[in-house]
């Protein structure tokens, strides 16, 4: 099967391609690099790469792909807060518009990277995939409507599904730590306490980076008829953590760091507690690798090896918000 990757340089495109390749499958990559140099070790090289903005790309450059895994998204609230406009452009109409190229070129599958960010504020706790939208940022608003519009593009030659992913943690050759589970680890490591900005009530869903490329993986292999225009969120119910739980778990690999709750952001809107039981019905097989427990204590392991320091911890590399501001500064 020939698969195009986009934003196969981010946090989830590197096990993407390495899963891709490994199963197989002939794999284009394409990236715009805004965070190429946020790497902290080195990246799997796809087939064919390609240095662009994926909105770039017309239907004579996606035709003969049997699949598009779509990653490509300015990633997460607070990038959405500093520039509202270049959230939508990118990752509602970018995404809207590739999928209708991808429909004119003949593209079979569109694997659309969506979010359980979408439930935001939830209205009640395991929310499963018929729960009401509720999304509190530009972020979670722009894959709202990128779903609701690239569903209604679904026929019979065109099989679009939308992978709602929990909060992502764990290593990737493309760190992040402005992710809840590696920022709380980074802090501790980095500045030897635990900081949690708001009172850890909240729940956040959790799944590994690389659970999600198995995810995709998975999902690009499965019969069409069994995820066709279906919207599947990619966790699992044992994975849904108050933040106070996860600081916790970082007590516990490194105990010397104390948890300190600052309140400095004052109550968190987001607060949504996920079902995953259609995952696991459409595809009884499948199993994250990873728990919170072993995916921290491997990056524990990454953190230690490569000298995690403050320096590291307050930069601009591997923080998107920081990098992008970087890049358009």
Known sequence: MKVLVTGHQGYIGPHLVSLLMEAGHHVTGVDIGYFKECN?????????EILADFRELGASDLRGFDCICHLAAISNDPMGDLDENLTYSTNRDGSIALALKAKEAGVGRFLFSGSCSVYGMGETLD????????????????????????????????SPSFLRNATAYGCSPNLR????????????????????????????????????????????????NKIHNLSVNIGANEQNYQVRDIGGEVSRLVPEAKIVYTGEVGPDPRNYRVNFDRLYALFPDFRLKYNLKSGL????????????????????????????????S
Do not use: T
Request: aromatic share 10%; net charge neutral.
């Open 177 to 224: 730590i402005d992710l809840v589970a590696n920022n709380l680890l980074a802090c501790a490591m980095a500045r030897g306490d635990i900081r949690i900005m708001s009172d850890g009530s909240p729940w956040r869903p959790l799944v590994h980076c690389h659970d999600i490329a198995r995810a995709f993986v998975l999902f690009a292999q499965a019969p069409q």
């Open 297 to 328: 204590k491997e990056l524990l392991a990454r953190y230690q090896e490569h000298r995690f320091s403050v320096a590291d911890f307050e930069g601009d590399k591997f923080v998107r918000l920081r990098a992008l501001k970087k890049l358009l």
């Open 40 to 48: 902290w070790e080195p990246f799997p090289k796809a087939h064919v």
């Open 127 to 158: 929310l499963d995939e018929n729960a009401a939208f509720n999304p509190v940022s530009a972020y979670a608003v722009s894959k709202v409507e990128s779903e609701r519009e690239i569903s209604k593009l679904a026929d019979a030659n065109f």
